[in-house]
Structure formats: structure tokens, C-alpha cells
């Protein structure tokens, strides 16, 4: 096999330089630290790893604080950290608090993040857990760092540390302020040396302590975030732009229908065109591989297979989907939670109301399709990817290829959004996998219509409710029933269930069980059952319809069933949403772990107050048939995930003549502990409920009996411009009953915020209209025929 | 293949291709123009468009031997090394979440300022539809237009 490249010189410069200053390269070699040699078992990993570009690839040693932290000799410092960013600018954040604990500014910084060879392994990003848990570790030995500097600067001037003073990475001697030493005259270029503690890497510690919040001063400010300029000036490298010498380009020919099996391959279809190289195909696996990009796309569409269907539907077509799900026997149930005597409680109720919520799958749906480029160069594999996971990559590569760990590594780059199990995934393992056929660099881009049709889903839910009210209209019992289309749920990069493993002909003689939402709420309510189902469709394997995490994975759903359904008990009992709601959360105050039920309380009350909630039941009165077609209403919701908690407040117009919806405004008040970054927070806020109203209004996976449907942006239509709010207020909420305490955590912001959003979408027309949407997506068709079935 | 001549941000280069080559490869893979990205392929999503023309064009469906005028790509707005006013929007907005779309973001406001610099709120709405972003930064991308409107003037 041929020798490539080791890391292009470009990319190794863009992974430096999209995040600042001197290039990593410059600085190892200025300070001889890429010919040090020392055990591999011994050696910090960035510096080593550098040193190893050709390979074997071990990991860099967690319990080193050289793997996390390099301080150059202009009094700069780098972070190496194990997370990834998915556009919302955790590498800002992650900035700011090192920087913080470290004493040193903020734009004196940089952040490498989540390449498998020079950076630990934090696992990458996932559960919105980079800042609530992987942020610990880093603010750790960045105060340890800034313990040891303190000590050489201690030794240096023969002061005891208590009689130094350190402020933007110089140390100075308190009585003498003319006695200063930068953090790079110290150790600027040379190894702290130091191991660190800690049975996992969250639990990574030194010596030193981190500080208290008040005397952080870096967190809570709001620095831009370091990746925009290049991502508007053109000069972002991104995964997708990644060229090495010698690459070839990769198209996959995926199965015409669901659970096709592939009979013949005519490669003289396609071997006369220009810059073929090969037919790759294993099991189902078809790929062409040419030397340009646009012959590959052309070649993969020319080449003729015969395909034979499987022998019995796949899968019932999107419009029976909701019958099949409910009379399929589940492939398991959950243990019901059960509080009081709910069946009791709903017997002896003044009024039982009733209702059934519908979610159908929705997709990732990238903006720009799953891609990799692997290199095998010198026996090793490369993955170029935008994986939001790439150490999981990298360990799913391994297995997959039956190659040793420690000869593959992931080089992460920016991609389009990596909300969870995308098929970034299923591209890595098939770009070393094409790699290594080929033996040369390979680049492999899914199209738009493998993208929309075979990315991971979210499953499809039905949620069936039931609520007793009391004379008085008190909600005495709460029955959930959620069934989700969840039955062998993907995991990140596993080398069984990858999409060619499975087209390959690799069976999980346990598919995962799967899992299904419950309400995420501090209600007091006397009785309850909370009861799931798992229900599978005929076809297990090599499906589209295939399901995985997306963002919060089940949360919008069952949110918008628990959400929208204490509406309908609030409409039954004639009171107002917001004091049914608060009525609830108040009914106790114990039980309060993280003081959630406080927290809860302070942030339904802070959206109103944003809003100007006007206190009245729903709906609205309005006069049916009578002069004016938009109709407009306001609706609430609210849920926490982990510890964080979020209500929000929708307000929409509804025209009555077309069924369109706009959602005019939004308010979000959200509680997520301590903030690192309010503006990216807000960012991430404005995106996330969007995200969500996208969901609320259009994405459907539509499918007939044999294959997805809804390929492309026409038959999987998204959110556009045209549906913007007006105006999104957001406020963030610090609902902590001791607000100021000095440990106050940082809670993961991210994926709660997508949870309630769809329940306010539907309260918020119901209050309009007075009808109730219980299924998803909300388009035109489907609420003027629910219009026009109750007269409005 | 066939030479073709194309003439991109001030400068001229010659490429040999398939006529019919989709403009969009042969700016990222030839001339590493690396801006414009794929998204669809089908003209449907923006994130390859460029401006020809003053009109913004989707390179993923335009024939490479269809361009006869100069084509200005994300890499040719700034100007005497000053970022674009609407490039300078963005940062003052923050706009992108993971970026990816923008792009076409860009562009598109960009040929929409230049024919029309003081869009109603409406009229942004109608010239952006097309031009998708599914981190759905469309609120803020608005905004950072208006910005940028009242710079252009
Ligand atoms: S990639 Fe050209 S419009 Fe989508
Ligand atoms: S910012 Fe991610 S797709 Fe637009």
C-alpha cells in the first residue's frame, strides 16, 4: 500500500488556527518536543501524538495534565479537550472556564477539541452533558495548572505562594509588584510533568480546587464565539472539505426498497465511464468509487443491480402507521410508575377527560449529507469526520475493520448539525471501509435523498391520557400510556448496527430494547400511572425507517402529549393554563432534589411575566364563522430535563381560511444553574425552539409499503424563513432557592430546551380556535380540515 | 472533458472537466473554492449558492459550461480585506449554530440587499424562503440582515 499523508498540513493549521493563535506544529518543533522521545505509556498525548502523525495512535493519558493543557512561551495556553461542538459554542465555553480557573485571558486562548489523537477522551458530545459534567474535569486541571504555575513562581522568588498575587497568567509578589513572572517565562513551551487523579475522566482532578462562582470572572461574561468569523469569511475548513493527496470519491447505491436483497451487479454499466476505478459491494453494500466527485454521483446512478423485495411488506405506509402501532403487541412495556390508585381515582371522578397524541418519525435531516474521508495510509486508518462522538468512532471503526484500536484514530472537524445519532456515524465506518478496499484516501458524501429517506428517526410515538378532575375541577389522577416505534434503538457508532454492518449481513441477536418518553414535571397530582410500551415494525434490519437519537430523543414527544394534555384538563376545569399549572406545582414542597419544584415555579412564572400572560381559561372566546380569518391565541408549556428547566409561551396566528399557522412570538424562560455564556446561550435558545417549531409544523418521514417517501426538501419540507417569529424573548432564569451560593452548578442547556416547545405550539392554537391538534405536524391541510370539522 | 474558462472573485482560471459538470464541484474540488457546499444537489436548500450576475445562483444545478460571467463566491465579498457588511452582521449577530448553511445565507442576502438595500420584513421572509438552515437560525439571520441593511445604505 502506498504511503499518503500523514494530517495535511492545512488541516493541522485549520485545527490550530480556526481557534487562534501559534500553530501547534511551530510550537512543538520551536520547542524540540516533537523528537522527545520517552515511552509511549509515559508521554503527555497531544505532544506525543504529534510527535506519532504515521502512527500507532495510543491515547493520550488523561491522568497527565499535559494532556489538557499547554502554556507556550508568549504567555498564551492551549486546551485540549475530549467534547465536540455542534454549533452551539461549547468551545467558547469551555474557553472561558479554563481560562477562568487557569487566570489567564480569555483571548490569550485557544481550544483544540475531540480528535482522538491528541485529545482525551471525553466521549464527544452527547446529552447535553459538555458543560454539566465534562466542563468539571476541564475547570479542575485548569486550577491545577494555575496551583502548579503558582509553586514555580513561588520557588522562583522564594516567597511563600500566599504572598503572590496572579492575574492575567503573570504572577507577581504582592509587596514587590515590580517582582512579575509570566505564566510562559515559567513553563512557556516546556511539560508541567504533572499526573492528576481520578478513577474515570470525569473525576480527573489535581491538588487544587476550583474556584467559587463569585470569584470566576470569565463565566457569565459573553465572549463571541471563536468559530463565527471563519464560518462567514469562507475560510472554515470543514469535514467535508477535506482533500489528500491521491483521494477518490465515494457514492453509495443504497436499496431501492426497504429490505431489498442484491441479486447481480452489471459493472459494465458503468466501467467505461470516466474515472472509474471500482464496484464495491458486499451483502447489500453497494458503493462506486471514481476520481472525481461528479463521476462518482453520476457512475452510482448509472450502475444497474437487480434487486429482489423482500417477501413481505417491510413496514405498513405512513398513513397506517398509527393503527399498526396500536394493535401490534408491544416488543416490551415498562413497569408502570404508579402513585395512589389512579383506576380508583379516574372511577370516582367528577369528570374523566380522555385523548390520543400522535407523533410521527422525523429525521436529522442534515443540511449537508452524512460524509467522511478515511486515509489508510501506512497500515493505519484516518477519519476525517464531523461525528459528533469521534472517540466512539474510532473504537466503532476499529471493531468494524478488526483493526487495533490504537491503529485508528478520528481527526474531528465542523459539520452540519450533529444533533445525536446522525448518519455521520454509518459514513465513517463506510469511508474506511472504501479505504481500505481501495487502498487509497477515500471521501464518501451520502445524496440528499439517501440522507432524507435513511438517516436515523426519531421514533413515532402514540400517547393515550386520561385525567379525573374533582367537583372542583382539581386534577385528582393522571394516567400516561406512551407506545413508541423504538424497538432496536441505535447506538453511536456501533460496529454491528452501523448501516453497512447491517447491509453487510451483521445481526444483533439482541436488538436494543428501546424506550419510550415520560413526562418530564413537578405536578403534585394524588394519583398517577406512567406506563410505556415498545412496539417493533415488521422490518428490524437494513431499514430506513431505522431509530436513533435526536437531540432530546423522545422528549418533544411525550412533551407535547403531557403538555398539551394538562391543557385540556385546565380547558375542562375552566381555569386558566398558567394558574392550573402553578396550582400544581405548588401543591408541596418537599420533594425538591436540585430544587426543581422552586426552580420550576420561578421559571413558569418568569415566562408569563416576559409574556404578559393575561389570566383567563382557554380558548379564547371568538365568534365562529364570523369577520376575520386570523385568529390568535397564546399557549404554555413546560418540562425540565436532568436539571434543567425551561417554560415557554407561544403565540400564534391562525388563518382560518387556509389552516396556516405562525407562531408570532415566543418566550423561552429557561434555568440551566450557572451560565457560562449568556449570548451563545441565547443562540442556542432562539435555534433549539425553532428546531422544535420545525417539528411542530412540517417534518414528517413519509412511506409507502415499500420505501420512504419523503426524499428530499420538497416531500420533507422544513422550517423557512417564511415561518420566523416576529420576536423571541428569552429569559434566563436562576431559580435557585440560594442564587449566590458559591458551588452553584452548570447545567446542560441544550436539549431541554427542544421538549415543550410543540405542547405551546397546540395550546396556544387551541386557545385560538378552540380545536385541539393531537397529532404532529401541524401543516395546513391537516388544521384547516380540524377548522372545518368543528365550524370554526 | 473540455477546457473551460471561468472567471471567479477577480481571477481567471482554466479548467479541464465535463461540460456538463455541476459548477459546484469544480469551484470546491478544482479551484478549492470551498464556500458554496452541497446540501442537496437539487436546488432546493441554497447552501451552494454563489452570485452570478448579481442573481444568486445555485452552483449544484448549474452546468459549468452554462457560466459565461464572472462568478463571486463567500471567499470574494470582503473587500480590501474588510469583511462584507453583512459578513460583519453575522459576528455582531452571532448568527450560525453549526454554520453549515451559511453560506448560502450570505449570498443570498447579499443578491437580495443589492438589487433591493432596504427590504421590508416581509420581503426578507419571501427572498430568504428558499435558502434553508436546519440549526434554524432563521430569527437571528433576519435580524443581522436589518443590520446589515442599515450599513449598506
Ligand atoms: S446544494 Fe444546491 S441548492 Fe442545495
Ligand atoms: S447554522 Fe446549522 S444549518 Fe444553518
Redesign the pocket.
Known amino acids: 500500500m502506498t504511503t499518503f499523508t500523514k494530517i495535511p498540513a492545512y488541516i493541522e493549521d485549520v485545527l490550530e488556527k480556526q481557534h487562534g493563535t501559534t500553530s501547534r506544529r511551530d510550537f512543538l518543533k520551536t520547542s524540540g518536543l516533537l523528537v522527545v522521545s520517552v515511552s509511549a505509556s509515559a508521554i503527555a498525548g497531544p505532544l506525543a501524538a504529534a510527535s506519532q502523525a504515521a502512527g500507532p495512535y495510543p491515547d493520550p493519558d488523561f491522568r497527565q495534565l499535559d494532556s489538557w493543557i499547554v502554556i507556550h512561551e508568549d504567555n498564551t495556553a492551549t486546551f485540549f479537550v475530549g467534547k465536540t461542538d455542534c454549533g452551539q459554542g461549547t468551545g467558547t465555553a469551555f474557553r472561558q472556564m479554563m481560562s477562568d480557573e487557569l487566570d489567564i485571558a480569555y483571548d490569550k486562548t485557544t481550544c483544540i477539541m475531540g480528535s482522538t489523537d491528541i485529545t482525551v477522551d471525553q466521549g464527544g458530545s452527547g446529552g447535553s452533558d459538555a458543560i454539566q459534567t465534562d466542563g468539571w474535569p476541564m475547570r479542575r486541571v485548569a486550577a491545577e495548572a494555575r496551583r502548579v504555575l503558582l509553586d514555580m513562581g513561588s520557588a522562583r522568588f522564594g516567597v511563600p505562594i500566599d504572598q503572590l498575587a496572579v492575574s492575567a497568567a503573570v504572577i507577581t509578589v504582592k509587596a514587590d509588584p515590580s517582582r512579575r513572572v509570566t505564566y510562559g517565562q515559567l513553563i512557556g513551551g516546556k511539560r508541567f510533568n504533572v499526573a492528576l487523579t481520578g478513577n474515570n475522566i470525569d473525576a480527573t482532578t489535581g491538588v487544587a480546587k476550583v474556584k467559587p462562582v463569585q470569584e470566576l470572572k470569565i463565566v457569565g461574561q459573553s465572549p463571541r464565539r471563536y468559530d463565527i468569523p471563519a464560518k462567514v469569511d469562507g475560510s472554515q475548513k470543514w469535514a467535508v472539505d477535506v482533500k489528500l493527496p491521491g483521494m477518490v470519491h465515494a457514492r453509495n447505491v443504497k436499496p431501492p426498497f426497504a429490505g431489498a436483497k442484491l441479486i447481480s451487479i452489471d459493472e459494465s454499466s458503468v466501467r467505461r465511464m470516466p474515472g472509474f476505478i471500482k464496484v464495491v459491494s458486499k451483502g447489500n453494500y453497494v458503493a462506486v468509487v471514481c476520481e472525481r466527485e461528479e463521476q462518482a454521483i453520476n457512475a452510482s446512478r448509472q450502475l444497474k443491480a437487480s434487486w429482489e423485495k423482500p417477501a413481505t411488506a417491510p413496514f405498513p405506509s405512513s398513513e397506517d402507521l398509527f393503527t399498526y402501532m396500536r394493535g401490534s403487541t408491544p416488543t416490551s412495556s415498562s413497569n408502570p410508575n404508579v402513585v395512589g390508585n389512579p383506576d380508583a381515582a379516574l372511577a370516582g371522578a367528577a369528570r374523566v377527560i380522555e385523548a390520543e397524541y400522535e407523533v410521527p418519525f422525523q429525521g436529522h435531516t442534515a443540511i449537508g449529507p452524512a460524509h467522511a474521508t478515511a486515509d489508510p495510509s501506512n497500515g493505519q486508518m484516518t477519519i476525517y469526520s464531523n461525528d459528533m462522538k469521534s472517540y466512539g468512532m474510532r473504537t466503532g471503526v476499529a471493531a468494524f475493520l478488526g483493526m487495533p484500536r490504537d491503529h485508528v484514530r478520528v481527526v474531528w472537524m465542523e459539520g452540519p448539525q450533529g444533533y445525536g445519532r446522525t448518519a455521520a456515524d454509518d459514513a465513517g465506518c463506510e469511508a474506511a471501509y472504501l479505504a481500505r478496499e481501495i487502498g487509497r484516501p477515500v471521501r464518501v458524501q451520502w445524496m440528499r435523498d439517501e440522507e432524507t429517506a435513511w438517516d436515523t428517526k426519531a421514533p413515532a410515538f402514540t400517547v393515550k391520557l386520561r385525567g379525573g378532575l374533582d367537583a372542583e375541577g382539581n386534577l385528582v389522577a393522571f394516567d400516561y400510556n406512551a407506545r413508541a416505534a423504538d424497538y432496536n434503538h441505535l447506538g453511536y457508532n456501533e460496529s454491528d448496527t452501523v448501516l453497512i454492518a447491517q447491509l453487510m449481513g451483521s445481526r444483533r441477536a439482541r436488538p436494543a430494547a428501546g424506550s419510550a418518553a415520560t413526562p418530564s414535571e413537578m405536578y403534585v397530582i394524588p394519583n398517577r400511572r406512567i406506563a410505556t410500551q415498545v412496539v417493533s415494525l415488521p422490518l428490524v434490519w437494513e431499514t430506513p425507517l431505522r431509530v436513533g437519537n435526536l437531540r432530546d430523543p423522545n422528549g418533544p414527544q411525550s412533551t407535547f402529549a403531557s403538555e398539551s394534555f394538562i391543557d385540556e384538563l385546565a380547558a375542562a376545569a375552566k381555569v386558566d393554563p398558567l394558574a392550573f399549572r402553578l396550582k400544581l406545582l405548588t401543591a408541596s414542597t418537599t420533594d425538591d432534589t436540585g430544587f426543581k419544584r422552586a426552580r420550576s415555579i420561578a421559571v413558569v412564572k418568569a415566562a408569563a411575566e416576559a409574556y404578559g400572560w393575561d389570566v383567563r381559561p382557554s380558548p379564547k372566546t371568538f365568534s365562529a364563522g364570523g369577520a376575520g380569518n386570523i385568529l390568535t391565541g397564546r399557549g404554555l408549556s413546560y418540562t425540565f430535563r436532568s436539571q434543567t428547566v425551561v417554560a415557554q409561551i407561544a403565540e400564534v396566528e391562525v388563518n382560518r381560511q387556509t389552516g396556516h399557522v405562525w407562531v408570532k412570538r415566543l418566550v423561552c424562560a429557561h434555568d440551566c444553574g450557572l451560565v457560562i455564556n449568556p449570548e451563545a446561550l441565547r443562540r442556542t435558545i432562539e435555534g433549539g425552539m425553532l428546531h422544535s417549531l420545525s417539528r411542530a409544523l412540517h417534518e414528517e418521514v413519509q412511506f409507502d409499503t415499500e420505501k420512504v417517501t419523503s426524499v428530499n426538501w420538497r416531500s420533507s419540507p422544513t422550517l423557512t424563513h417564511a415561518d420566523a417569529p416576529a420576536t423571541v424573548d428569552i429569559v434566563l432564569v436562576n431559580g435557585d432557592p440560594n442564587p449566590n451560593r458559591p458551588d452553584l452548578p452548570h447545567y446542560g442547556a441544550g436539549e431541554a430546551i427542544c421538549k415543550p416547545l410543540i405542547a405551546a405550539v397546540a395550546n396556544a392554537v387551541y386557545d385560538a380556535t378552540g380545536v385541539r391538534l393531537r397529532r404532529i405536524p401541524f401543516r395546513d391541510g391537516r388544521v384547516l380540515a380540524a377548522l372545518k370539522a368543528a365550524g370554526v | 472533458m473540455s477546457t473551460i474558462t471561468l472567471k471567479v472573485n477577480g481571477a481567471t482560471h482554466t479548467v479541464d472537466v465535463e461540460p456538463l459538470t455541476p459548477l ?1 464541484y469544480v469551484l470546491r474540488n478544482d479551484l478549492g473554492l470551498q464556500g458554496p457546499r ?11 449558492t454563489v452570485i452570478i450576475n448579481g442573481v444568486a445562483t ?4 448549474t452546468p459549468t459550461s452554462a457560466v459565461k460571467d464572472e462568478i463571486t463566491t463567500l471567499e470574494g465579498i470582503a473587500k480590501d480585506g474588510k469583511l462584507h457588511p453583512l459578513q460583519q452582521a453575522w459576528i455582531d449577530e452571532q448568527v450560525p449554530q453549526c454554520g453549515f448553511c451559511q453560506n448560502g445565507q450570505i449570498m443570498t442576502a447579499k443578491a437580495l440587499l443589492d438589487r433591493n438595500p432596504h427590504p421590508t420584513d416581509a420581503q426578507i421572509r419571501q427572498g430568504m424562503a428558499g435558502t434553508l438552515c436546519r440549526c434554524m437560525t432563521y430569527y437571528r439571520i433576519q435580524a443581522a440582515i436589518k443590520r446589515a441593511a442599515q450599513v449598506v445604505a
Not at chain 2, 442537496?40 to 441554497?46: E, N, T
Open positions: 459546484l452541497f446540501g442537496c444537489g437539487l436546488g432546493q436548500c441554497g447552501a451552494c445555485r452552483s449544484c444545478i
